[in-house]
């Protein structure tokens, strides 16, 4: 009951609160949805930058409560090294959130308390949604992301969870979560979030060094021309060009470059005029792996 007191004291004088417990957080949130307060969540893996405080900032527009979770989750990693090397940050972290609004309450549990005794993911049919791109070249990746969304949902219990479009695959298989489990969460799309000459910005760009985040702009530059190209040439022709271009760049290891409407997200070479499309691309450079997409128009 005290640390219930005490947290409460700590929201009302709008003192940014760190929590590391769903429990310590769900006491403190109980009541603010009993009052039909609008909690909004974003979820992140740390390692905080300009695209993730957009989505905060958003939230904070549009919620009374803004719950932001710091949570590297292990079981959305194929690649134990990727999640070895994946960046953490919290002190930092804080400190960005705080220059936004001390009344963020930050939710950086561990993944016992996420998980319970076995940390590992659930098995999900999404159907064709998580086959192709990402979920090809990340095999289980759809699963860890489910699995951890549903119990960081469970936890937070929001009313709106903003999610990037970067991830714009991961954010329809959210979105699809969200229908198959039947929870109210309204789930708010944001802009891809880039630097002035482009890069959609991620977490990994801390591991590339300053050469690096020049050539990583291949990305952005190949899915520009696909854009510009989109209304006369052919998918194929557009896949022809992506594929030159990363020939010319041998530091890259291109993983894909596609075409998908946006509904189903199944490859294609074949443009309806009734379908809206998106191309995706990712590829390695330096070790470090990059996506990037964006809506052809």
Do not use: W
């Not at 007191?5 to 929201?11: C, F, M, Q, S």
């Not at 909004?40 to 904070?60: D, Y």
């Not at 070895?84 to 220059?99: I, V």
């Not at 294609?268 to 191309?279: I, Q, S, V, W």
Request: hydrophobic share 40%; net charge negative.
């Amino acid at each position: 009951m005290q640390i219930a007191v005490n947290i409460l004291i700590l929201l009302d004088f709008c003192a940014m609160t760190t929590l590391h417990t769903k429990e310590e957080l769900q006491t403190l949130l109980g009541p603010e949805k009993q009052n039909q307060k609008c909690i909004g969540f974003v979820p992140t893996m740390g390692a905080l930058h300009q695209g993730h405080l957009t989505l905060v900032s958003r939230a904070l527009k549009e919620c009374d409560h803004v719950v932001v979770s710091i949570f590297v989750n292990p079981t959305q990693f194929n690649n134990a090294e990727d999640l070895a090397k994946y960046p953490r940050h919290l002190d930092h972290d804080l400190t960005l959130l705080s220059s936004l609004s001390k009344s963020i309450l930050v939710f950086a549990p561990s993944a016992e308390n996420i998980y319970g005794n076995q940390i590992s993911a659930r098995q999900y049919d999404f159907g064709a949604l998580g086959q192709h791109m990402e979920g090809q070249h990340r095999p289980g990746h759809f699963d860890g992301v489910a699995t951890v969304v549903s119990l960081l949902f469970d936890a937070v219990n929001p009313d709106r969870a903003y999610f990037g479009e970067k991830d714009y695959q991961q954010l329809r298989i959210v979105e699809t979560l969200v229908q198959i489990e039947q929870r109210d969460t309204v789930i708010v799309p944001c802009s891809i979030a880039r630097n002035s000459e482009g890069l959609a910005l991620s977490s990994r760009n801390e591991r590339l060094d300053d050469k690096q985040l020049k050539q990583a702009l291949l990305l952005a530059g190949v899915l520009n021309e696909a854009s510009k190209n989109f209304s006369t040439h052919s998918f194929q022709a557009i896949k022809n060009e992506a594929a030159a271009a990363f020939k010319k760049a041998p530091e890259f290891e291109l993983e894909y470059f596609e075409i998908a409407d946006v509904d189903s997200l199944v490859p294609t070479l074949t443009k309806d005029p009734e379908k809206k499309y998106r191309a995706f691309i990712a590829a390695q450079l330096g070790g470090v792996r990059l996506i990037d997409n964006l809506e052809l128009n």
